[in-house]
T-cell receptor, first 118, second 112 residues
Framework: EAGVAQSPRYKIIEKRQSVAFWCNPI?????LYWYQQILGQGPKLLIQFQNNGVVDDSQLPKDRFSAERLKGVDSTLKIQPAKLEDSAVYLC????????????????FGSGTQLSVL | EDKVVQSPLSLVVHEGDTVTLNCSYEVTNFRSLLWYKQEKKAPTFLFMLTSSGIEKKSGRLSSILDKKELSSILNITATQTGDSAIYLC????????????FGKGTMLLVSP
């Protein structure tokens, strides 16, 4: 089974520029998450999709961040314009909520995108 | 206010030592508590604990859920340098849909 795919792996931009990240979840996983992990902190949920609908975006800075999951499969996260404090690793994860996972693993993470804003 | 609090935030031990990492939580509709190990970018799953499964063990790692104290511990015995990582605790809540909230993590460094 292919894992969660994310791209790019690394991105360096200057402040006020725009950037977009892409995520393709595991096939059949209805739930998709974007987490932001700032150095030294745990992952913070930015947005959670159930199929192509948003179920939680309470911590998404909507003045600069946007995300979509058209057709309920892959997703893009955009930052426009970027600020210095957006430097972080952006993790995408998917979940088979409602389906029994033999290992009890709830979230399957991608390898993340490391963003540096200069 | 943080829903999931981990302690200590960082820890340095010598190879062979035993360590105990702590996680406390305060959520409304608790469903499960999960431990992850993060070495590079993607966290890797270690254990899931629920009200019906409060103790798990795998090799040198073990974890216990204390439902009364709303907390969990992760024990690592006979630590090795390969155990150096950030250990994340996450709590699953379920109220219509499930979501996971992570603590800040404990950074463990095992010196040879």
């Amino acid at each position: 089974e292919a894992g969660v795919a994310q791209s790019p792996r690394y991105k360096i931009i200057e402040k006020r520029q725009s950037v977009a990240f892409w995520c393709n979840p595991i096939s059949g996983h209805a739930t998709l998450y974007w987490y932001q992990q700032i150095l030294g902190q745990g992952p913070k949920l930015l947005i959670q999709f159930q199929n192509n609908g948003v179920v939680d975006d309470s911590q998404l800075p909507k003045d600069r961040f946007s995300a979509e999951r058209l057709k309920g499969v892959d997703s893009t996260l955009k930052i426009q314009p970027a600020k210095l404090e957006d430097s972080a690793v952006y993790l995408c994860a998917s979940s088979p909520w409602g389906r029994i996972s033999p290992t009890n693993e709830k979230l399957f993470f991608g390898s993340g995108t490391q963003l540096s804003v200069l | 206010e943080d829903k999931v609090v981990q302690s200590p935030l960082s820890l340095v031990v010598h190879e062979g030592d035993t360590v105990t990492l702590n996680c406390s939580y305060e959520v409304t509709n608790f469903r499960s508590l999960l431990w992850y190990k993060q070495e590079k970018k993607a966290p890797t799953f270690l254990f899931m604990l629920t009200s019906s499964g409060i103790e798990k063990k795998s090799g040198r790692l073990s974890s216990i859920l204390d439902k009364k104290e709303l907390s969990s511990i992760l024990n690592i015995t006979a630590t090795q340098t390969g155990d150096s990582a950030i250990y994340l605790c996450a709590v699953e809540e379920s109220s219509g849909y499930s979501t996971l909230t992570f603590g800040k993590g404990t950074m463990l460094l095992v010196s040879p």
